[in-house]
């Protein structure tokens, strides 16, 4: 269950196949965030980490602003 918790599904019922999509995303940014952290602390470059993380979220966002509800980007 803890796995679900590191993932960020929205309150409005979708299709299977959106779902599988908001977890790809999520997972995505939870990878890439990682990433972007650990090059950031052993002080390597990040600039292509870091945009990849960025466009990551701006992603993740836009899909929850388009097929989710409004109060799931306040979570």
Do not use: R
């Not at 196949?17 to 090059?39: D, E, H, Q, R």
């Not at 600039?47 to 388009?66: D, E, Q």
């Amino acid at each position: 269950m803890i796995s679900l918790y590191l993932f960020h599904v929205t309150a409005v019922e979708h299709s299977e196949s959106l779902l599988w999509t908001f977890l790809t995303c999520n997972a995505f940014v939870v990878v890439a965030g990682i990433v972007f952290m650990y090059k950031l602390f052993t002080q390597k470059t990040v600039k292509i980490a870091g945009i990849l993380f960025g466009l990551a979220l701006a992603i993740n966002y836009i899909l929850i602003a388009i097929f989710g509800d409004p109060f799931d980007l306040l979570g």
